[in-house]
């Protein structure tokens, strides 16, 4: 599974006081520009003075996540739960979660609920699709990878993770061509590289 990307927008639109809002933008641009660290201070000082804002805790669970601290952004995500079930950051992060543990029944369940709050977003749908795959459901996967692709077309990412699904079908020329096409939008991707060198390989051993 691929590195997350962020997961743009937050409950910022709820009515809190200017200063939150403020404080709030100032985060997610921090985060857009990946000062993620800066970003968490920033959403850290909010909470101090309000533990319920559900917009700083989603945005704590997101930056903890592209910081790799897993087990900060699940406990944030869990926090955001509390606050509001449906809030579709929460379920994205719990979801990815569990796909870093292979578990695609716990991240699907996640994961939809984020889709349901949060339909159209490619980067929830890479994840749902690439779960689904893992699932054993693999043309509901394939095709769910699909619409994050249609939604965001020059995405390394999820053209790696859809080239490896199709490689695992068999469908070497496709999984081939999504790796290509990942290698022309990011030359130094490393995985796109292995990867195509494997379905390459694989194309020369058993097509005919």
């Not at 533990?51 to 790799?68: G, I, K, Q």
């Not at 087990?71 to 990815?96: H, Q, T």
């Not at 994050?148 to 995405?155: G, M, T």
């Amino acid at each position: 599974m691929s590195t997350p990307k962020n997961i743009k927008g937050t409950s910022a639109g709820m009515p809190y006081p200017r200063k939150v809002l403020t404080r709030l933008a100032e985060s997610e641009e921090c985060k857009i520009s990946g000062n993620y660290v800066k970003a968490v201070e920033i959403v850290e000082g909010i909470l101090l003075e309000d533990p319920s804002c559900l917009a700083a805790v989603e945005e704590l669970a997101d930056n903890f996540l592209s910081l790799d601290k897993y087990e900060e952004a699940e406990k944030a995500a869990d926090f955001a739960l509390k606050l509001d079930e449906k809030s579709y950051i929460a379920n994205y992060v719990k979801g990815f979660l569990e796909l870093s543990k292979g578990r695609w029944g716990q991240a699907g369940e996640f994961l939809k609920v984020a889709n349901q709050s949060q339909p159209n977003n490619p980067e929830i749908l890479r994840c749902l699709g690439w779960g689904t795959f893992h699932a054993g459901k693999r043309i509901e996967g394939i095709a769910t990878l699909d619409r994050a692709l249609n939604l965001r077309p020059e995405d390394p990412m999820i053209l790696c993770d859809l080239g490896v699904c199709q490689l695992h079908c068999n469908s070497f020329q496709k999984a081939v061509t999504l790796f290509e096409k990942a290698l022309e939008i990011a030359p130094s991707n490393g995985r796109a590289q292995e990867c195509l060198q494997a379905a390459q390989d694989f194309q020369r051993k058993f097509s005919v």
